[in-house]
């Protein structure tokens, strides 16, 4: 079974525009966190936002916020007033906290493209 | 700010080679981590390792690979004997600390391994 699903291999959206992009997720692990992931075509991974389970609150960072539905087990990345510097693949990862599990699983990733 | 660098960018092997990629994590991280992406496909985890051991290894990571920490700085990857099928982009990363489902991985730019 699929650990992360991300249901939209390509997403477009208009330059300043809001964008959401999906992610849910298996787990029986009460203990987990969630990460986005952004690789622009050069290949690099970058580091965009983390989740924490027993987090109360939304995580936000500059643009990117995370809608945390934990009963829904998703955890969708919203990039707003979106900018042409963010057409990407974004990987949906996640971690668990039993047994220690030290590798993040990752999703298929979705495409986005911002169009001027 | 402190990242993860990793040499060559990109490596041309013939297949049956040797190769070793090469990783200098992040100076005061612990954890450390080697992935791969087949192109067009998901990253997938190949091994951890913490404290100048293997911690966690997947499926992938067989009798044909192996991990190593020379010195205090370096963290390399030997493929033996490579395979057209171990053509891919190899991510190297690190964490600050291992056992804790908040930690961020930061990942490398990536080797680009092709095997002819």
């Known amino acids: 079974a699929q650990k992360i699903t991300q249901t939209q291999p390509g997403m477009f959206v208009q330059e300043k525009e809001a964008v959401t992009l999906d992610c849910t997720y298996d787990t029986s692990d009460p203990s987990y966190g969630l990460f986005w992931y952004k690789q622009p075509s050069s290949g690099e991974m970058i580091f965009l936002i983390y989740q924490g389970s027993y987090d109360q609150q939304n995580a936000t960072e500059g643009r990117y916020s995370l809608n945390f539905q934990k009963a829904r087990k998703s955890a969708n990345l919203v990039i707003s007033a979106s900018q042409l510097g963010d057409s990407a693949m974004y990987f949906c990862?996640?971690?668990?906290?039993?047994?220690?599990?030290?590798?993040?699983?990752f999703g298929p990733g979705t495409r986005l493209s911002v169009l001027p | 700010e402190p990242e993860v660098t990793q040499t060559p960018s990109h490596q041309v092997t013939q297949m049956g080679q040797e190769v070793i990629l090469r990783c200098v994590p992040i100076s005061n991280h612990l954890y450390f981590y080697w992935y791969r992406q087949i192109l067009g496909q998901k990253v997938e985890f190949l091994v951890s390792f913490y404290n100048n051991e293997i911690s966690e290894k997947s499926e992938i990571f067989d009798d044909q690979f192996s991990v190593e920490r020379p010195d205090g700085s370096n963290f390399t990857l030997k493929i033996r004997s490579t395979k057209l099928e171990d053509s891919a982009m190899y991510f190297c990363?690190?964490?600050?600390?291992?056992?804790?489902?908040?930690?961020?991985?930061?990942f490398g730019d990536g080797t680009r391994l092709s095997i002819l």
């Open positions: 990363a690190s964490s600050e600390g291992g056992k804790g489902w908040n930690q961020p991985q930061h």
């Open positions: 990862a996640m971690r668990e906290g039993f047994p220690y599990g030290q590798n993040f699983v």
